[in-house]
């Protein structure tokens, strides 16, 4: 998969990407909303392998690199969750190297998937699962047109311990109105 926006190209991962995927998904305190974390080249090696090798699969997640259209250089990754009935529901979830923060990246690369997954495989919801301490999650899928859906207060079992969860999410019909 590749799709291509102003500043970004957002493509498959490869097993060269993994140093890349290492230096900022290792970075505990940098990806602590985040449930993994790597602590050596072997588990990227690891996910890569494992990340699903057909697109669009139901039940299945699947994550694409970031990366700077003209410097090559990754910005990091979405992860794109297939699920429900019919598969016309997607999860979406996204990583940034730090170095990369503010500059609109995260918004540019998600705008782009999600009009892909609207307009190209005619997708019906599309979904975010934030933690309510993540604030600038919140207002990221908020500046991109989703809206907040739910508060589930301790609904989910997470490094051994209840926390909350909060749905963002957008209609097709929604999405393609704006």
């Known amino acids: 998969m590749q799709l291509f ?7 498959d991962i ?16 940098a ?4 449930s993994w974390i790597p ?27 970031i990366t ?8 990091g990754d979405i992860g794109i969750h297939f699920f429900g009935d019919e598969n016309l529901q997607v999860e979406l979830g996204i990583t940034l190297n730090k170095f ?19 307009n190209d495989l005619n997708k019906h919801r599309i979904m975010a699962s934030i933690d309510p301490d993540n604030g600038d ?7 991109i047109g989703l809206r907040k859906e739910a508060h589930f207060v301790k609904s989910l079992f997470w490094k051994n ?12 019909e929604e999405w393609i109105k704006k």
């Open 39 to 65: 602590e050596t080249l072997e588990n990227v090696e690891s996910f890569i392998e494992r990340n699903n090798k057909e697109f669009n699969q139901p039940e299945s997640w699947y994550q694409i690199l």
């Open 100 to 118: 990369f923060y503010g500059k609109g990246y995260a918004s540019e690369a998600l705008k782009s998937v999600i009009d892909f997954l609207f």
């Open 5 to 11: 926006t102003e500043r970004l190209l957002l493509r």
């Open 68 to 75: 700077d259209k003209e410097t090559k250089a990754v910005i």
């Open 161 to 172: 311990k209840w926390v909350d969860d909060v749905i963002y999410a957008v209609l097709k």
């Open 14 to 29: 490869t097993i060269d990407d993994k140093q890349a995927i290492f230096d900022y998904r290792s970075d505990a305190e």
């Open 137 to 143: 999650s919140m207002k990221l899928m908020e500046r």
């Open 31 to 34: 990806n602590k909303f985040q």
